[in-house]
């Protein structure tokens, strides 16, 4: 998409291989590779938007090598800005998958007792062979394990009822691991997030960088925010129309033009930097600007409901 922009020099999303893997998070994933020993039940956070995006395949690897096998629940956090109808059909995904899956929104708090009720229901049995054998009061061991910017704290935070995990906005505030006491029953295990060396795929780590996850500088915005309107055009064109005032007929009519794809999509991505005032000296639409207020009208839900991954 490197029409009408002044730096040919820009990277593309199309043609950047993403590697991101700092000392800290090789660190991590060792750490998870020795607590995973200590717990009885791993609890995997996703972004509700991207399921499997969110995934991180490194966990699967570590989980296998594990020769006692841990049990394992999904949370789709974030579940308050996502289209709950896709929700729905994630979660009916994973069950399909014999995965035991929640949606959660950490902000209200919906969903969190039901965790803590699954929680306690998959080592009941294993907890009465504990008692059988004189372990009276044996604690159930629950690791927490997420990428950056899923919402790993805040979910902690109101399963534990205090502020026990740093709260941040930027991916990787939490950096170290902490046991934190549930209830009389549930410890649970936080962890840093941590993200996998390399994305394979484009569509991945578009995906990322749309909620956050991937920090803005790591690709370009422009790029990033044409995609995302691209994606919303053909998937949520009513929430594109409603947020800025298009009429469909307008939409509709510059979509169907006899004109590449991109060009139609970027001049519908200059209107909207017209009608927000993201406008530079001399009347040009500021792109950079207008990438930015597209990208936190989608991250602060003034788009509305979003799933980007669809079963």
């Known amino acids: 998409m490197n029409n009408n922009k002044e730096n040919n020099n820009e990277k593309s999303c199309a043609s950047t291989s993403i590697n991101w893997f700092p000392g800290h998070m090789a660190k991590t994933r060792r750490q998870i590779e020795e607590d995973l020993k200590l717990v009885d ?17 490194d966990l699967k690897q570590i989980m296998e090598k594990n020769p006692n096998g841990k049990k394992k629940i999904v949370v789709l956090n974030k579940s308050d800005i996502a289209d709950e109808k896709e929700t729905k059909r994630w979660l009916e995904y994973f069950q399909q998958k014999n995965i035991i899956a929640i949606s959660t929104d950490s902000n209200s708090g919906k969903g969190i007792n039901e965790c803590i009720r699954k929680i306690e229901k998959e080592m009941e049995e294993e907890l009465a062979k504990s008692a059988q054998k004189g372990r009276i009061g044996r604690k159930i061991k629950v690791m927490i394990v997420g990428i950056p910017n899923v919402g790993k704290s805040s979910f902690i935070n109101r399963i534990a009822k ?21 209830n009389e029953t549930v410890e649970l295990l936080d962890t840093p997030g941590v993200l996998w060396p390399k994305f394979e795929s484009q569509e991945v780590a578009l995906n990322l960088s749309y909620t956050g996850t991937i920090k803005d500088d790591i690709l370009d ?29 307008e939409i509709d009519e510059i979509l169907n033009r006899d004109e590449e794809e991109n060009i139609n999509i970027y001049e519908i991505m200059q209107k909207i930097g017209r009608k927000r005032g993201a406008i530079r000296a001399g009347g040009e639409v500021d792109d950079e600007k207008n990438a930015r207020l597209i990208l936190d009208d989608f991250r602060n839900c003034k788009l509305g409901k979003i799933t980007l991954e669809k079963v």
């Open 41 to 57: 039940i791993v609890v995997e956070m996703l972004d509700a938007r991207i399921p499997i995006a969110s995934q991180n395949p």
């Open 162 to 182: 205090k502020n026990s995990a740093e709260v941040g906005n930027k991916p990787g505030v939490t950096k170290r691991k902490q046991w934190i006491r549930i």
């Open 221 to 249: 915005k422009v790029e990033v925010a044409y995609q995302l309107l691209r994606y919303l055009l053909y998937n949520y064109k009513t929430n594109v129309i409603n947020r800025y005032n298009f009429s469909e007929q």
